[in-house]
Structures are given as structure tokens and as C-alpha cells.
């Protein structure tokens, strides 16, 4: 029996982070639903009991049926059929078993038919299904929407839709426009509210969205006639009975192919506001969109898995010259950075998720009762993180997810270019991740502002605090003159006193901050379980070398060298 | 009256991923080197009998393992997976029972429930025999079903399977009562459910409980079928001399390992003759028919 979950230590390593003790407890409110609901559990152990053993079942569904399939489903495709998307067959089985084993809407509270999970098991589950089969981690990733659904929409709403989640009930987020694409601002998708039906009519086109097809959509629409930015936007939800939408294209992709994008008129859509008027973009979809990037980020970490397993399988089965090609230090290079930058990308992931739990945590304790002065400052504090890692997690996420793939395709030479074994379709997968969702170089936008205003700095500060074993003083060392110079280069950019030449070296100092990031991050694993140490030590090596490549760039850039890149 | 449906599971040692240690010195299994899972076929006739209970949402499904405490697990592994309640055969006294011993306890396990149908697996793969599911119909006076491969349809009266036969499949009907053995290219179990995992992981035997500081006095009195019920040789009245080594006619004379070693090789061409005289021999050989 294959089973993604127990196949691999480190999920559960992460999942029993000593930070879950005060997130559980929240989470569960002093363990106070078990009187009124047969699955809520009694104390921690029992709470986490939980999380893993549903993880074990996500795990081999995932090893069982959602791999096995994922070679037919990207043959196969979604199709196209009076104005009906349907699903390539073995997304359809994934669907369904996932469905009967009463996994989706995890992450919602029991009232509305979820789980009640914490996002850490939650966005392991995406890691699984992605290291199975990176196009079914869309449909499944999408449930996310219930999410904006919970925290903005009206009670009427919510218990309207949340319900559905759990049956399998599938949702997509309509974002996208053919003239607003990164720019969300420029969305012209007409909302007018209908008086007579009493409700919103949308009209106008969408395009590129993911299982544009689904049930439930979160639609994003100019609600305000003559505005022209992002404060005329409003959020609606569109439910597909309605049968107002036409599918006018599925596009052909380089990759996940398994997951239908379209390109949809809206007809006069019937449609509910979520939330408030003219909050949607700069509110909602914001919050949504935090929630989405962290759903690609778990994608990436899980399509590098699968990618660094082929690579590592194929390794130690092709022989060359007499041995097996593992055994040629060119090979094995390529295979311990592999794991390195597998290791360092999941422990961030399951650092934000922590960080987003706790941020979410305090602002719905917020709801029910005033917060103290320290609960307050705890929020802020969680928020804050949250708010510049999520980028930060995204961009090197997928930036190292492609890296990987293209690395796991070189080991398979020649016979990984043809479509014989699986790293050619990860390798394909892989690609959307840097892009969808804000490409990388707007996470480097958004997260560029953790650097500037020393955030990041900060909670490295934080990380050094953290006394480590003796064997790994060293690697600490590094870091703190990793650090030292990571000041320094800040300092020289701040000093250009130009916008735009900071903007141009902006990706680099994110990535610097990143580097010193996934380095204290590994240290921290290591030092909790020996194991992670090798991992660490290639890590931190080659962060090192790259900052000092970096530190060079930014601190010898002068004024008027960007214009010669024009 | 809703459809009484009872399932028998087995735990047993996977015997599909034999190490070197799994065999002891004088020839028996080691369990300990073995993880213990539930018999494959049993959980084709799990899924049979899930089927049925889709199909007639009124029945209830029972699920009866014999075996040592730790047994327990089938149970629970059942009732993740849809099943209603369960009970643990087990007792010391039916250590070393043969195929014979261990049908007739667990007929008198199985009579307790008044079924009117029993699902289970062909055989287990420690053993291999495939009797003791036709051995438990003969001591009920069940007409029998063996080697079913697909549901085709059902009703509180009767029910008609698709058979797995050496050559072909075979489409028989029968009236309930019935016993009905599932084969392994039956549909594979479904996957456990997440809110059933989460409320029977709570779900424990007597002695099991003994072993746990948490009190669920409170919980089990509101939620009875959280109680895996333990039956001993009492409970189902059984005869103590037609159990374990008494009641076992078999015995073991003598296991030997057998190391497959290649006798003798012959070189053959791809010509038409040669392919012509492989095909010969081998049918001479009865190793194709």
C-alpha cells in the first residue's frame, strides 16, 4: 500500500512542531466541543491523534488512486461539453474518493459540516495531493474560497454554502479579466443590482479561470459605475444552477493539464454580494488571494517531492560506466541540493501556516470577546509575519519547485525529455507555480516591504535568539555574518535614494532575506532532529555563497546602470 | 425488518513483504516480525456488504473477528470504513484451532446475530485454505455463494453475484439466507472515513479499557456503539472439546522450507518450430491447458 503521508517522516516532524500545543488549544477552545460533537476531540493528544490519522487516509488515497491516475488525467483532459466541463475520468474517481472519505472542508468549523483543523494538517493535505497529481491540488486547493466565504460573507450565506463544501461541492475564484491580469485594479466586469429580483446581475467577460466550471464561484466586479480602481470593486458569489455563465473556451496548457481553465461570459449572472461593497479587491480578495498563495506554495513543495523521488529513483537504478549513476559526484550535487532545497521550502510553508493559524486565531478571538493588551499586540505581531511571508514562502517555493523539476529532468538525461517517465509532466506541472497566483515578481512587491521596513531583520534577530546545540554552533555562526552583511547591503540600497533603482534590485534582497530565513529555519530542525542537519549544512553553504553574488551586485550598483538594461 | 448482515474479518501476519526473519526455527510464522493487517479478501467482502447496505440502507452491518485481543483493530478498522457494530472472538481456549475448530466457533458466534447474509473473504492469506467460510455454511445450513466477484443485485429476499471461475465468470441468483465468499478481484474496499475514524478511534473493548487512564464511563454510556463487545467460549456456548487443539483434526506433521532452485535449462530459438515444441512440452507438463 503506497501511502504519501507515511512515506515521508518529515510531515509528521512538522506536524508535531512544539508551537501546535498553543494552536490546538485555541483552535478547539479549551477542548469544550466535545459534549456536542462525536469527532471533536477531548484533549491535545487526541487532537492530533486526529489530524494524523485523517492524514493517513488523505495520504493513501493520494498513493492509491490520485498518483496511479495522475499519468491518465494529463493524457486525458478535462473536456468541453454543452457548456459543461467535464472532468478527465481519473479526476473524477480522485474527486469522489476524496468526497466519501470526508475529507474536504477540513479546515471549516463543525457547525458547518467541517473538521475544524488547524491550517497545518490542512495545507499538508495540499502537499499530498499536489506530490500526487499537481493539477487535481487545483480543484482540491480551491476550497479555499469557503474560507472567504466564513470570515466576510453574511450568516445567510454561509450557512447557504459552507455546508456544501464538505459534500464536495467544487469553487473557483473568478479573478482574472483578458486587460487585468496582475493588475487586479483594472477589472471591468459590470455588477448592477437588480431591483426587482433583488439581487446583483453581473455582466461581462473572465478569463483563465481555474475549474471555471465549478459550483460556487467568488466573482470579482465593478459594482461602482465610473470608478476606476480598486475601490469601486465588490465580491460576489455566483452559484452555477443559476446557468447564467458561458464557458466560451477551455484553454491547452503546457501543464496541469488535468484542471479546466476557461474563459467565461457573464449573462446577466444572478449573483449575492459577499461582504461589503467596495471592499473586494482591497479587502477580500486580498485575504483570499494569501490564502491561495499559500495553497500554491504546499503545490510546489509537493511537485518537488515527487520530482526529487523520480530523480533519486532513476539515480540509483541507471548505471553508467559500471555503476549506478547516484555514485558520480556531478549526480549526487545535483540530488543533496535537491533535498536541501525540499527541506527548506516545507519548513517555511509549515512556519507560515503557523503564523497564519495564530494570526486567525487571535482576530476571531477578537469576535467573541475584547482581546488584552498582549493578545492584541500577539495578533499584530502573527498578522504582520504572515503578511510579508506569505510572499516571501511563494516566491522561493516556486522558484525552487522549478528549479528541482529542472534538475530531477537532468538526471533522467535523454529518457526524461521523452514522455516514458513521470518527470516530464512534472516538469510541466511545475512551471504555472512561479506564475499563477502573482508571479514571482509581484510576490517580490509585495514582500520587498519586510525588507524596507526591517521585519524580516526582526525576526531573524528572533530566530538567533534560540540556543542550539553545541555541533551546530558553527552553522549559526554563519548565519550571523550572513546577517551582518544582509545589513550592510540594505543600507547600500536604502542609500541609492532612488525608487526605481531599489525596485531593480529588489528580488535580490528579498531573496538574501530568504536565504538567512530557510538557513535559521533548518537550523532549527536540525536542532530539533538530527537528521535535518545535512540538510542544513548544504543549505546554509550555498545561501552563503549565493548572498555573497548578490551583495556584490547591489552594493557595487550605481546610479544610471539600470537604463543600460533598457 | 431490516437486513441483518454479518461480515468475518481475520488479523493476520502480511505475508506479502516476507523478510528473512519471517519464519522462526521450528517453522511457524513469526508474528512479531510481521505487521499485522486485515485479510485482503475480508476486505472485499467489507465492501460487498457496504454495497448491500447502499443499495438497502435499512440493513446493519455486524462484523465478527476471532483472535487474540489486538484483534480489536479489524473491528475498528470496520467501523472507519461503514460498518454498524462489532464483536472480538476471543478466548485462550481457541489457540491452535484448525480450520474445522475455528468454524465451528465461529458459527456459534455468527448464530448469536441471526444474519440473513454473510459476507467473507475467500481466504486468508496465512493460511490459504479457503474452507472455513464454506465450512460455517454447512453448520448453519446456509446455501453458499463462493468466489464472488461483483454485486449485481439485491432485496431483502434474495440476491444475485457475479462468480470468478477458473474459466470465465458465472451469474447465479440465491434466496437469504446465504453465506457468500468474496474474492480477491471484487471491488477494493472504500477508504476510511474522516468523522468515522474520529468517533470509533474511541471504540474499545473491555480489556482494552483497562489499559487507558482516560475515563469513558460517561462517554460510552451516550454512546453504546463505541463498545467493542468481547465473546469467550461461554457467550457463545461452545463445546470446549470441538475447540482449539482438541477440536482440530489437523496436525502438522512437519514444514519444510522450500528454496526454488532452476534444474535444468534449455536454449531455444525464436523459429517457428522450436516455439511449436516449447508449447508441447508445456502443455505436456500441464503448466498451460
Given at each position: 500500500m503506497e501511502n504519501f503521508f507515511l512515506d515521508n517522516e518529515t510531515l509528521k516532524f512538522h506536524l508535531m512542531h512544539p508551537l501546535m500545543k498553543k494552536i490546538v488549544e485555541m483552535k478547539e477552545c479549551g477542548y469544550n466541543e466535545a459534549q456536542q460533537y462525536e469527532i471533536a476531540p477531548f484533549d491535545y493528544d487526541d487532537a492530533m491523534d486526529s489530524y494524523e490519522k485523517i492524514l493517513e487516509i488523505i495520504g493513501e488515497i493520494c498513493g492509491e488512486i490520485i498518483a496511479?491516475?495522475?499519468?491518465?488525467?494529463?493524457?486525458?483532459?478535462?473536456?468541453?461539453?454543452?457548456?459543461?466541463?467535464?472532468?478527465?475520468?481519473?479526476?473524477?474517481?480522485?474527486?469522489?474518493?476524496?468526497?466519501?472519505?470526508?475529507?474536504?472542508?477540513?479546515?471549516?468549523?463543525?457547525?458547518?459540516?467541517?473538521?475544524?483543523?488547524?491550517?497545518?494538517?490542512?495545507?499538508?493535505?495540499?502537499?499530498?495531493?499536489?506530490?500526487?497529481?499537481?493539477?487535481?491540488?487545483?480543484?482540491?486547493?480551491?476550497?479555499?474560497?469557503?474560507?472567504?466565504?466564513?470570515?466576510?460573507?453574511?450568516?445567510?450565506?454561509?450557512?447557504?454554502?459552507?455546508?456544501?463544501i464538505p459534500k464536495g461541492f467544487t469553487c473557483s475564484m473568478d479573478l482574472t479579466e483578458p486587460d487585468a491580469g496582475s493588475d487586479l485594479q483594472a477589472v471591468q466586469l459590470k455588477a448592477t443590482f437588480d431591483e426587482k429580483a433583488n439581487c446583483w446581475r453581473l455582466n461581462g467577460v473572465k478569463r483563465f479561470i481555474t475549474n471555471g466550471d465549478a459550483h460556487i464561484k467568488l466573482v470579482l466586479a465593478r459594482s461602482e459605475a465610473g470608478s476606476g480602481d480598486g475601490r469601486g470593486l465588490s465580491y460576489f458569489l455566483y452559484d452555477r444552477k443559476d446557468k447564467a455563465v458561458t464557458i466560451r473556451r477551455m484553454e491547452h496548457k503546457l501543464g496541469i493539464k488535468g484542471a479546466p481553465t476557461c474563459e467565461l461570459v457573464f449573462n446577466n449572472a444572478p449573483a449575492q454580494l459577499v461582504g461589503e461593497q467596495r471592499l473586494g479587491l482591497i479587502k477580500y480578495v486580498m485575504t483570499l488571494m494569501n490564502g491561495a498563495r499559500l495553497g500554491v506554495a504546499a503545490q510546489g513543495v509537493g511537485i518537488a517531492e515527487a520530482a526529487y523521488r523520480e530523480a533519486l529513483k532513476y539515480a540509483r537504478e541507471r548505471e553508467q560506466f559500471g555503476k549506478s549513476i547516484i555514485h558520480f559526484p556531478a549526480v549526487y550535487e545535483m540530488l543533496?541540493?535537491?533535498?536541501?532545497?525540499?527541506?527548506?521550502?516545507?519548513?517555511?510553508?509549515?512556519?507560515?501556516?503557523?503564523?497564519?493559524?495564530?494570526?486567525?486565531?487571535?482576530?476571531q478571538l477578537g469576535k467573541e470577546r475584547s482581546l488584552t493588551g498582549e493578545e492584541r499586540s500577539e495578533m499584530k505581531h502573527y498578522q504582520r509575519l504572515t503578511d510579508i511571508y506569505t510572499p516571501m514562502l511563494k516566491l522561493m517555493s516556486s522558484e525552487y519547485c522549478n528549479q528541482i523539476a529542472y534538475d530531477a529532468l537532468q538526471v533522467h538525461g535523454g529518457t526524461g525529455y521523452m514522455q516514458d517517465f513521470p518527470i516530464e509532466r512534472l516538469y510541466r506541472d511545475a512551471r504555472i507555480t512561479s506564475i499563477y497566483e502573482g508571479t514571482s515578481q509581484l510576490q517580490v512587491v509585495a514582500a520587498i516591504k519586510g525588507v524596507s521596513n526591517g521585519s524580516f531583520l526582526k525576526q531573524i534577530k528572533e530566530y538567533d535568539s534560540m540556543e542550539?546545540?553545541?555541533?551546530?554552533?558553527?552553522?549559526?555562526?554563519?548565519?550571523?555574518?550572513?546577517?551582518?552583511?544582509?545589513?550592510?547591503?540594505?543600507?547600500?540600497?536604502?542609500?541609492?535614494?532612488?525608487?526605481?533603482?531599489?525596485?531593480?534590485?529588489?528580488?535580490?534582497?528579498?531573496?538574501?532575506?530568504?536565504?538567512?530565513?530557510?538557513?535559521?529555519?533548518?537550523?532549527?530542525?536540525?536542532?530539533?532532529?538530527?537528521?535535518?542537519?545535512?540538510?542544513?549544512?548544504?543549505?546554509?553553504?550555498?545561501a552563503n555563497a549565493q548572498n555573497f553574488e548578490k551583495e556584490a551586485f547591489v552594493n557595487s550598483f550605481s546610479a544610471g546602470i539600470n537604463e543600460i538594461y533598457k | 425488518?431490516?437486513?441483518?448482515?454479518?461480515?468475518?474479518?481475520?488479523?493476520?501476519?502480511?505475508?506479502?513483504?516476507?523478510?528473512?526473519?519471517?519464519?522462526?526455527?521450528?517453522?511457524?510464522?513469526?508474528?512479531?516480525?510481521?505487521?499485522?493487517?486485515?485479510?485482503?479478501?475480508?476486505?472485499?467482502?467489507?465492501?460487498?456488504?457496504?454495497?448491500?447496505?447502499?443499495?438497502?440502507?435499512?440493513?446493519?452491518?455486524?462484523?465478527?473477528?476471532?483472535?487474540?485481543p489486538r484483534a480489536a483493530d479489524i473491528v475498528r478498522e470496520s467501523l472507519y470504513r461503514g460498518a454498524d457494530r462489532g464483536f472480538l472472538l476471543t478466548d485462550a481456549k481457541f489457540a491452535g484451532s484448525d480450520t474445522l475448530a475455528t468454524s465451528y466457533a465461529l458459527s456459534k458466534a455468527v448464530m448469536r446475530c441471526q444474519p440473513d447474509l454473510i459476507f467473507c473473504g475467500v481466504q486468508a492469506i496465512d493460511g490459504d485454505t479457503a474452507q472455513v467460510g464454506p465450512q460455517i455454511a454447512?453448520?448453519?445450513?446456509?446455501?453458499?455463494?463462493?468466489?464472488?466477484?461483483?454485486?449485481?443485485?439485491?432485496?431483502?429476499?434474495?440476491?444475485?453475484?457475479?462468480?470468478?471461475?477458473?474459466?470465465?465468470?458465472?451469474?447465479?441468483?440465491?434466496?437469504?439466507?446465504?453465506?457468500?465468499?468474496?474474492?480477491?478481484?471484487?471491488?477494493?474496499?472504500?477508504?476510511?472515513?474522516?468523522?468515522?475514524?474520529?468517533?470509533?478511534?474511541?471504540?474499545?473493548?473491555?480489556?482494552?479499557?483497562?489499559?487507558?487512564?482516560?475515563?469513558?464511563?460517561?462517554?460510552?454510556?451516550?454512546?453504546?456503539?463505541?463498545?467493542?463487545?468481547?465473546?469467550?467460549?461461554?457467550?457463545?456456548?461452545?463445546?470446549?472439546?470441538?475447540?482449539?487443539?482438541?477440536?482440530?483434526?489437523?496436525?502438522?506433521?512437519?514444514?519444510?522450507?522450500?528454496?526454488?532452485?532452476?534444474?535444468?535449462?534449455?536454449?531455444?530459438?525464436?523459429?517457428?518450430?522450436?516455439?511449436?515444441?516449447?508449447?508441447?512440452?508445456?502443455?505436456?507438463?500441464?503448466?498451460?491447458?
Open positions: 496511479p491516475n495522475a499519468e491518465n488525467v494529463d493524457l486525458e483532459g478535462p473536456k468541453l461539453v454543452d457548456n459543461e466541463v467535464i472532468y478527465a475520468s481519473g479526476t473524477q474517481q480522485n474527486q469522489q474518493s476524496l468526497i466519501n472519505a470526508g475529507v474536504y472542508g477540513m479546515a471549516l468549523p463543525r457547525r458547518y459540516g467541517g473538521l475544524n483543523f488547524s491550517m497545518v494538517p490542512y495545507v499538508m493535505a495540499a502537499e499530498l495531493v499536489a506530490r500526487a497529481d499537481g493539477s487535481f491540488a487545483n480543484i482540491w486547493g480551491l476550497q479555499d474560497c469557503a474560507e472567504t466565504i466564513y470570515e466576510f460573507a453574511s450568516e445567510e450565506l454561509k450557512e447557504a454554502y459552507l455546508p456544501l543533496g541540493n535537491m533535498r536541501a532545497k525540499i527541506d527548506a521550502i516545507r519548513t517555511m510553508l509549515y512556519e507560515t501556516c503557523r503564523f497564519v493559524d495564530l494570526s486567525k486565531l487571535y482576530e542550539v546545540n553545541s555541533n551546530l554552533a558553527g552553522l549559526q555562526m554563519q548565519l550571523q555574518e550572513m546577517t551582518a552583511r544582509f545589513e550592510k547591503m540594505c543600507e547600500a540600497a536604502k542609500n541609492y535614494n532612488n525608487a526605481e533603482m531599489y525596485d531593480f534590485v529588489a528580488r535580490r534582497l528579498v531573496e538574501a532575506a530568504a536565504n538567512i530565513i530557510l538557513g535559521y529555519l533548518l537550523l532549527a530542525d536540525a536542532d530539533r532532529c538530527e537528521k535535518y542537519t545535512a540538510s542544513a549544512r548544504i543549505f546554509i553553504g550555498a | 425488518m431490516s437486513l441483518k448482515i454479518v461480515v468475518l474479518a481475520k488479523q493476520v501476519p502480511d505475508t506479502r513483504n516476507v523478510g528473512k526473519d519471517a519464519m522462526k526455527e521450528d517453522g511457524t510464522v513469526n508474528r512479531a516480525a510481521l505487521p499485522a493487517i486485515f485479510n485482503p479478501d475480508d476486505l472485499n467482502a467489507l465492501e460487498m456488504a457496504l454495497q448491500v447496505k447502499e443499495a438497502l440502507p435499512d440493513a446493519e452491518i455486524l462484523v465478527i473477528t476471532m483472535g487474540p454447512e453448520k448453519l445450513n446456509f446455501p453458499q455463494i463462493t468466489y464472488a466477484e461483483a454485486l449485481i443485485a439485491v432485496s431483502s429476499k434474495k440476491i444475485s453475484l457475479k462468480r470468478r471461475l477458473e474459466h470465465g465468470v458465472e451469474t447465479v441468483e440465491a434466496a437469504l439466507p446465504l453465506l457468500v465468499t468474496v474474492h480477491s478481484s471484487a471491488p477494493a474496499c472504500r477508504a476510511r472515513n474522516a468523522r468515522r475514524v474520529m468517533q470509533f478511534k474511541h471504540a474499545h473493548t473491555p480489556s482494552e479499557l483497562t489499559g487507558i487512564a482516560r475515563d469513558y464511563t460517561q462517554i460510552y454510556r451516550q454512546h453504546p456503539c463505541l463498545n467493542i463487545e468481547e465473546w469467550n467460549v461461554q457467550t457463545i456456548e461452545a463445546d470446549l472439546a470441538k475447540l482449539g487443539l482438541s477440536g482440530s483434526p489437523t496436525k502438522v506433521k512437519k514444514v519444510d522450507n522450500v528454496v526454488l532452485v532452476q534444474k535444468e535449462s534449455k536454449q531455444m530459438s525464436d523459429s517457428d518450430a522450436d516455439v511449436e515444441l516449447m508449447i508441447t512440452e508445456l502443455m505436456e507438463n500441464h503448466i498451460i491447458g
